[in-house]
C-alpha cells in the first residue's frame, strides 16, 4: 500500500519518504514541523484517512537518520521550503496532477516560504508565522559551540537556522502574498489564535478559516484528531474539481 522513495536534492544530499495509494487520485503532501517525523500520529494517521476519502498521501522526512540525509544541525527554513519544492517536483515527474500540501507548525512555514508554489492548493495546521518567537526556548552552550532546546531531550540546531530565526520576525509577507487557495486551521488552547486572525484578513486568494476547540498544538486530545481531519477533507474536496 505504501512505496518509498529516495529523492536527490540539488547539493548532494537525500530525501526519504513514503507514497501511499495511487497518484492518479489527488494527493496530500504532508509537511511536518521542527524536530518532527513522518511517524507522527496526525501524518500516520492523516495518510490513511485521505486515502478513505479519496486522496494518496506522500510523506517525507525533512531530516532523518538514513545516510545522505539531512541532519537537524544543518537546516534551515529556507533550505526546507526549496526542499518541499523539489518534492512536488518529484511528485509531478511521478504522475500527480492535483497536488495538495498541508503543513503542520514548523511545516507551516516552510510551506508559506515555496518559491515556485506548484501545487493546488495548501492547509496550515497551527502554523508558525513568527519563527522569532522560538527564540525563547533557545539555549547557548557557548564552551560546547552548539544551541539547543531542552525538550526532554537536548535539541541541537545550527547557528544559521538560530540567526535565520532571530531575522524573521513574521511571515506576514509570505501570508499576504501567497499564491495558492489556503486554509488555516489553529488549535483552540495553543496561543497562535490571536496572531493568525490577524495574519487571515490580509490574505489575498480563496481562503477559509478554522478553530478546532479543545485542541492542543499537537491535536492530542480525545476528538481534535478527527476534527482537524474533518475540517482539512471538507477544504481540499472544494478544491479538487
Known sequence: MEKEFKLKTKDGKYIFGRIRGSLEKPLVIFVHGLTGHVGEHIFHSGARFFEKNGFSALLWNQYSWQDGARNLSEVTLA???????????????????????????????????????????????????????????????????????PWGMNIIFGKQMVNEMRNTKSLSVEVENFKKPIKVIVAGKNDLIKGWKKLYETIKVPKDFAIIKNANHTFDEEGTEEALFDETSKWLKKLKH
Do not use: C, M, N
Request: charged share 30%.
Open 79 to 149: 533550505q526546507q521550503a526549496e526542499d518541499l519544492d523539489s518534492v512536488v517536483k518529484f511528485a509531478r515527474k511521478k504522475g500527480a496532477k492535483k497536488i495538495f500540501v498541508v503543513g503542520h507548525s514548523y511545516g507551516g512555514a516552510t510551506v508559506l516560504l515555496s518559491k515556485e508554489q506548484d501545487f493546488d492548493g495548501a492547509v496550515l495546521w497551527d502554523s508558525t508565522y513568527a519563527p522569532i518567537d522560538l527564540l525563547s526556548e533557545i539555549k547557548h552552550d557557548k564552551k560546547k559551540g552548539i544551541y539547543y532546546v
